[in-house]
């Protein structure tokens, strides 16, 4: 993983640099912000990031880090208004999915990127059998009849595990368990064979032996498919187990990006710190634990500086000043903090 | 056993299934809790793990007596609460206080700061005569962390973290022995959740509180555990002190679950086996017979269909586990003290 993209943080409304390379998938210079009645939220604040074939990146933050409009941008979801993109570029195979028509887009959703959600009871719609809504993809963009668009559908059920497929065919959303749903959710995204496959926090809701049970799932289909996976998450130890790189984002911004094992040994940002030290973890019986102080900051007032100054533990007057830029540090790893330097090389 | 606060005796739940609008009938019981025991000593932490629908969280609510249990008892201090009503349950429950999950659904919108901690000043006023409320409600906020100054805003003021912190503020409010927390931090980030953490363990501390601890991130209850139990559809299978429970677990829930959850290292990605679990929980309306987790069991038998197993200590296993083949086995790697 020598080749993190490393961005300037470049003013609003200069656009995206625009050139070619070889990526599956890439957001550069992203940002969105959401224009609400108490004034303008700045939730994106130019975001790097790109995933390639067989990969997973794992997109780590807390709530209202922008994560998951991140996600709906580059799937084209973003609720408009009151998200506006302002800035950047979404590439799929080189070409800037934001600028291009909406039939295009189209035709991208499902076959090129595809997604899960959260929340597979609400993802789900409650009127139609499971069976159907997976089936309809392949009658309307396979132009399939109803008897091999069925089978099909089954195929794509059994393939998630779910046990007796075609008797499920014809269950309703509510009949399934949790994890039975969330299963049923993976089948639907994977049915026209995507490249790249963004989960947005796809286990959150559910319990640890099936949180395991779908991790595993995920794992075995992506390496047999070999596709790009986006893995957005706030736990660290859903991260440490499938991740190959991760991107930290705090406030809008990827503060820190990095190869997983990299990551966990030694972190190059603050924020990366704070959140490792702050989890008990099953393995040890802690004392007390570390935390980060304060708040995450309101997106519509954004401190100057390092956004992450105000908590910060090694905070001094230039992070009050001067905006870090994600810069790299060492060979394969990248760090928007002006002591990255430090923070790695300390013993 | 005089040493409990709290003792717990075959306390059962059931809530009627019913059929019809008019013409109701009863089809069936959902068995949330069917037969739990256990006591709560003084100033310890006893924490509750287990998956959504274990019964858990009807737990809690039978032990503030928010339900009254179908059989069995819970007994504070020689009474028992399940018994109690008026103003002895009135005066009971000052001892005893509930955390909740969802700081933003347990705080009334419409009321201040300022209201939502004197009410319960209003209720038990020997605790605090009137003038000194507003002065009472000020220490409360400092101590949990908060600043006083904000006793007049509302609830939608505050951030997700301080809103639990209110909800802790409450429970805190009447000076209760027992608090019982039901998933407190589970709604939380991480940053914020290991503030809430802390200071629980500092007002436990402070005021020699006992905690129920109500959780399903078995992580954050062995933080904060002395002893812990898990439970599996309505029962206790296995109880101990956080490290029995921990280093050296008997019950094959205990192990499946300890097993499947993520550690956050990289480096152990290869080193650890996960006990598989298939299926899902069974109906909690008609569970299997004999021993209760057999369906989703890899030691299942024929006796384990027949054969209830028992919360006891057993010859392979040093603290009560409910299997018939209880049996040790190593699931977390013991960390090296860093």
């Known amino acids: ?347 | 056993m005089s040493e409990n606060i709290i003792e717990v005796r075959d306390l059962v739940k059931h809530y009627p299934v019913t059929q019809g609008v008019v013409f109701k009938k009863t089809v069936g019981q959902v068995k949330a809790v069917d037969g739990v025991s256990f006591g709560l000593r003084a100033g310890e932490t006893l924490g509750v793990v287990g998956e959504s629908g274990c019964g858990k969280s009807t737990l809690a609510r039978v032990l503030m007596n928010l339900e009254r249990p179908t059989a069995g008892s819970v007994v504070y201090k020689g009474q028992d609460i399940s018994k109690l009503s008026g103003g002895a349950l009135r005066r009971l429950r000052r001892q005893i206080q509930l955390v909740m999950q969802d700081p933003y659904t347990s705080l009334n919108p419409r009321m201040t700061v300022g209201d939502l901690l004197g009410e319960p000043f209003e209720i038990h006023p020997e605790v605090a005569p009137k003038g000194s409320r507003r002065a009472k409600v000020r220490e409360l906020l400092d101590l949990v962390g908060l600043n006083p100054e904000h006793i007049n805003r509302y609830p939608h003021q505050f951030s997700g973290g301080q809103r639990q912190r209110i909800g802790i503020a409450r429970a805190l409010a009447l000076r209760p022995e027992v608090i019982v927390c039901d998933e407190p931090v589970s709604a939380l980030d991480v940053s914020i959740q290991a503030q809430v953490m802390n200071l629980l363990e500092k007002l436990q501390g402070e005021f020699g509180l006992s905690y129920v601890f109500i959780a399903h991130d078995l992580s954050v209850v062995r933080h904060l555990s002395d002893r812990v139990a898990v439970m599996y559809l309505g029962k206790i299978v296995e109880i101990g002190t956080e490290d029995e429970i921990y280093e050296r677990p008997t019950h094959p829930y205990t192990q499946a679950l300890l097993s499947a959850v993520p550690v956050p290292d990289p480096t152990q990605r290869h080193n650890k086996t996960i006990i598989r679990l298939t299926g899902d929980v069974p109906s909690p309306i008609s569970p299997p017979s004999g021993c209760r987790f057999r369906t989703r069991c890899w030691k299942a038998q024929d006796v384990c269909a027949e054969q209830v197993p028992l919360l006891e200590i057993r010859p392979s296993s040093d603290h009560p586990s409910a299997c018939h083949f209880a049996e040790k086995r190593e699931i977390v790697a013991s960390h090296e003290a860093a």
């Not at chain 1, 506006?84 to 295009?104: A, C, P, W, Y």
């Not at chain 1, 998630?160 to 639907?188: C, D, E, L, T």
């Open chain 1, 1 to 347: 993983m020598s080749d993190i993209l490393v961005s300037e943080q470049s003013a609003p409304g200069t656009g995206g640099s625009g050139r070619p390379s070889g990526r599956l998938l890439e957001v550069d210079d992203l940002r969105v912000e959401f224009r609400t009645r108490d004034g303008v939220a700045k939730v994106i604040n130019g975001v790097t990031y790109h995933v390639d074939a067989g990969e997973t990146l794992a997109v780590l933050g807390e709530s209202g880090s922008g994560k998951s409009v991140t996600a709906q941008t580059i799937m084209g979801i973003l609720d408009t208004p009151p998200g506006f993109v302002t800035n950047g570029q979404v590439r799929f195979h080189g070409k800037d999915m934001l600028t291009m028509s909406s039939e295009e887009r189209r035709r991208i959703r499902g076959e090129g990127i595809a997604m899960i959600f959260q929340d597979a009871l609400s993802a789900l719609n409650p009127v139609f059998t499971v069976g159907f809504q997976i089936a309809e993809q392949f009658r309307i963009r396979r132009g399939m009849g109803r008897a091999e668009s069925k089978k099909r559908a089954i195929e794509m059920l059994d393939q998630v595990k779910i046990p007796n497929a075609k008797g499920r065919f014809s269950n309703y959303p509510h009949q399934f368990s949790g994890g039975m749903r969330q299963r049923a959710m993976i089948a639907m995204s994977l049915a026209l064979d995507p490249e790249v496959l963004i989960a947005d926090e796809p286990t959150t809701a559910l319990d640890v032996t099936v949180q395991a049970q779908i991790m595993d799932l995920l794992a075995e289909l992506q390496r047999e498919r070999q596709m790009g996976m986006i893995l957005i998450t706030h736990d660290l130890g859903v991260v440490a187990d499938v991740a190959d790189r991760i991107a930290v984002m705090y406030a809008g911004r990827i503060v820190e990006e990095a190869d997983v094992y990299d990551l966990y040994a030694k972190p190059a940002h603050p924020y990366t710190l704070g959140l490792i030290d702050s989890i008990p973890r099953l393995d040890e019986k802690g004392q007390q634990l570390r935390t980060i102080k304060g708040l995450p900051p309101n997106l519509m007032n954004i401190p100057p500086g390092c956004p992450f100054n105000p908590r910060c533990p090694m905070a001094q007057p230039v992070c009050r000043e001067k905006l870090p830029p994600l810069l790299q540090v060492g060979t394969a790893r990248a760090s928007a903090c002006h002591f990255a330097e430090e923070l790695v090389n300390r013993v």
